[in-house]
């Protein structure tokens, strides 16, 4: 484990035309690194537009291998030159599958492995089950030259189960790449206090930080609402950017003393596993 860390949440709008989403995305990391981060955070399918809010087969044509995807390859040589560790969000293929996948690159440009998203949304803006599998990697944990980073996708930031997952395997620090903001079907509905503090709950009864970076901006109609943030082991937010600003916010965590609150709260202790046998059921 690595003592301190600066951790970097970027938001943009992906979906505006006027320059390519991936030099916006570089531009973003190369100030964040400039500014200390070691870990950067982007949104969930940063590369284009957020595509799933119809489905429309044109869009399998984007997806591409994790190892030779058109995102990692820009990206892990530019993880090497700054010494940051990037988990990129993209849409993969393998063979006849597609799944919505972070591949996570190493501070040395090294691609240490997918995750492929487990809990996969199915609704009005949001229809990804046309789009991808859900993904059978498992919760995954990386040890990367930063410390352990854990990653959820979206949608798996509602479920608890993954938090957990993912600090039991020995996880220092938890990020979400996301894309969410209105529901097409109910425009009185917002749902970005609630997608704050299920997160935040997860930094809370895991003792551990959390990092979720959003999307910005208004795409095809369907505006995305940023509030991008990184919250401490005790729930308070440390950095955050707002609705609508594109940039990015950092700052410098104590993971040697998150570990240790974490073993002080007894959390893991105290855990009673075989109570628990329900949660695994269908």
Avoid at 82 to 94: A, D, K, Q
Avoid at 116 to 126: A, E, L, M, T, V
Avoid at 249 to 277: H, K, M, N
């Amino acid at each position: 484990m690595s003592g301190a860390l600066t951790v970097a949440v970027a938001q943009f709008a992906p979906g505006d035309d006027a320059e390519a989403p991936v030099v916006v995305a570089e531009r973003l990391v190369r100030d964040a690194a400039a500014s200390g981060a070691g870990l950067v955070v982007l949104p969930e399918l940063f590369s284009g537009a957020y595509f799933c809010k119809r489905q429309d087969e044109r869009h399998f044509s984007a997806a591409a291998p994790w190892q030779t995807h058109p995102v990692v390859e820009r990206f892990a040589p530019i993880a090497a030159e700054l010494g940051i560790v990037l988990p990129l969000s993209i849409f993969e293929r393998e063979g006849p599958h597609y799944y919505n996948s972070v591949v996570m690159v190493d501070a040395d440009g090294a691609a240490l492995g997918v995750y492929r998203k487990s809990h996969i949304p199915d609704g009005p803006g949001y229809q990804e089950k046309f789009y991808f599998r859900p993904g059978q990697t498992g919760f995954k944990v990386w040890q990367t030259k930063v410390g352990a980073v854990g990653v959820g996708i979206c949608w798996d930031q509602w479920f608890p189960e993954a938090a957990r997952a993912m600090v039991l395997q020995g996880a220092d620090i938890l990020v979400y790449p996301t894309a969410i903001g209105d529901e097409p079907q109910d425009p009185s509905l917002d749902t970005e206090a609630r997608w704050r503090r299920a997160m935040v709950g997860h930094a809370v009864c895991n003792a551990i930080p959390v990092a979720a970076a959003n999307r910005v901006g208004e795409e095809d109609g369907q505006s995305f609402y940023g509030s991008s943030f990184v919250a401490g082991t005790d729930g308070s937010i440390l950095a955050a950017l707002d609705r609508k600003e594109a940039g990015f916010a950092a700052v410098t965590i104590d993971l040697e003393a998150a570990a240790q609150e974490r073993a002080s709260w007894g959390f893991f202790r105290d855990r009673r596993p075989g109570l628990y046998r329900g949660l695994t059921e269908e």
